[in-house]
């Protein structure tokens, strides 16, 4: 054997000699990164060595795919696992946050908000995109003509933010830099306060529009047995909706014009020769829920005939059985541009993408009309009129963001009414507190729970390991006797946690105080941070 051996290092001395630059030409294995180099020994070994190292590579080359096919599984959270590693420093100190992030008619000029717009059926969708941020835990999505709103329940504010804005650059192509220009950001009870401001209509162009309320209520609707959108978002929404109706029950907010197509139907009032809708031609282009109002309101304000749109009949003919005094004539949408040759005034109002009316069109209609220029009211994000068609004399073309002029005259009436209103929210807005504020109490009496019973069940294994052998009965009475004790001990810190409708409970503020020092006492926070990331990792592993 040993001869053998020192044999062996002579031939592969030998074979170095003979190849000086052996050692620094070996390759490694092709299938395989690895640090090991092989070299033939001698000119008879090497096809059998060949042979072993080929199936070394196979083997290597397999348990590789394997490994990388693990990795591919646990890529999605690797930065789950890294914030998860670090949620002690990271977040021990500060605590979720409730955010909204946004655009509206305040902040953003329609051509900003149209390429935000997110339609209904893609909001679940969004809520998941969301809550698939490292830092985002719950998420709404509020769509409509006058804003486009993030609603978010973040593990780290200013982190929230950044994935947030950067999410809403993805999917308009906006670039963050112009989002940020326009954007607006509120925190906590201020974004609470936006929301019931926003379901109240005190957000809204028309003060008390309805509308705003039904689509709050299509948020939660949408939203319900969607991953994301959970408790808190879920409640906020809740309370708003409750806000809504309160202030238009016990305020005059709803007197006058509350939605946008009865402004759009003002709006081209004003403009009309007479103030009267009795001479003109009208085109109403879409029956949707917003071509349904602008039609209900032409009628009320005295328009007895008029032509509507729509890809099919069915909801024309609806209309028509609603408004039987009305002369409503249905067209097909192959027909828009002979119909709108044919109109003075001509309000659009469909779910459209793209512009429906392009300068070229437009530029070839006839001049012969009623009014000096023909009229259009665009009341659609995305915009349905294109909007250098302005740029021609025969027409003249209103957008939702014109319709501030028709609510103007009636500013000190608003004003009075969003007194009252702000009243009903600053109380809505403390009923909401408390109820988030127990649920922060949730967690802590858990874990509390959780923490004593550890201890609990390991001092008694150890105390009947010291009584070596004992009866049953002996050892239920020490059982019964820890349990007595821990309930006791439970007993006076969950009265204080819980409240259970108690006419003697704490104040929400006297309860937070309470809550934070158990968990500082007990070291229950950090638990509590793990036990959030930890529910978010399962949520991305999905």
Known sequence: MAAAAGGLATSSASSTQSNGNLRSQAVPCPQIQSQ??????????????????????????????????????????????????????????????????????????????????????QWPRAISDLCALNHIEEAAVLSTCNRMEIYAVAL?????????????????G??????????????????????FEVASGLDSIVLGEGQILAQVKQVKKLGQGVDGFNRKIGGLFEHAIITGKRVRTETNIS???????????ELALTKLPESSYATVRVLVIGAGKMGKLVIKHLAANGCKEMVVMNRTEEKVAVIREELKDIQIVYKPLSEMM????????????????????????????????????????????????????SDLETVEIYNVDNLKDVVAA????????????????????QNFEAWKDSLEAVPTIKKLR?????????????????????????????YDL????????????????????????QKPEEMLEIMHAVNRMFDLETEIILETVRTKMERTKK
């Open 36 to 121: 090991t180099f092989y070299k033939p020994l001698n000119s008879r070994t090497t096809s059998a060595s060949n042979q072993r190292l080929c199936l070394k590579c196979e083997s290597a080359s397999q348990n590789l795919n394997s490994i990388h096919k693990e990795e591919s599984k646990r890529s999605n959270v690797i930065a789950l696992e890294q914030l998860k590693a670090s949620a002690i420093d990271r977040y021990t100190k500060e605590k979720s946050s409730i955010i909204v992030i946004g655009l509206n008619v305040h902040t953003a000029p329609v051509d900003v908000r149209e390429k935000l717009a997110i339609p209904e059926a």
């Open 156 to 172: 780290s504010q200013h982190r929230g933010v950044k994935e947030v804005t950067e999410w809403m650059s993805k999917i308009s």
């Open 174 to 195: 906006v670039p963050v830099s112009e989002l940020c220009q326009h954007r607006f950001m509120l925190y906590n009870k201020d974004a609470t306060r936006h929301l």
């Open 255 to 265: 007197s006058g014009s509350v939605s946008v197509s009865s402004a759009a139907v």
């Open 338 to 389: 002979g119909c709108a040759a044919e109109a003075d005034v001509i309000f659009t109002c469909t779910a459209s993408e793209t512009p429906l009316f392009l300068k070229e069109h437009v530029q070839t209609f006839p001049a012969d009309t009623e009014m000096a220029r023909r009229l259009f009211i665009d009341i659609s994000v995305p915009r349905n009129v294109e909007p250098c068609v």
């Open 410 to 429: 009636n500013k000190e009436d608003r004003l009075r009414k969003a007194i009252e209103a702000q009243a009903i929210i600053s109380e809505e807005l």
């Open 450 to 478: 959780a923490y004593l019973e550890r201890i609990r069940a390991s001092e008694l294994d150890k105390c009947l390991s010291k009584m070596g052998d004992i009866t049953d009965k002996q050892k239920k009475a020490i």
């Open 482 to 505: 820890s349990m007595g004790m821990m309930k006791k001990f439970l007993h006076g810190p969950m009265q204080q946690l819980r409240c259970d409708g108690r006419s003697d409970c």
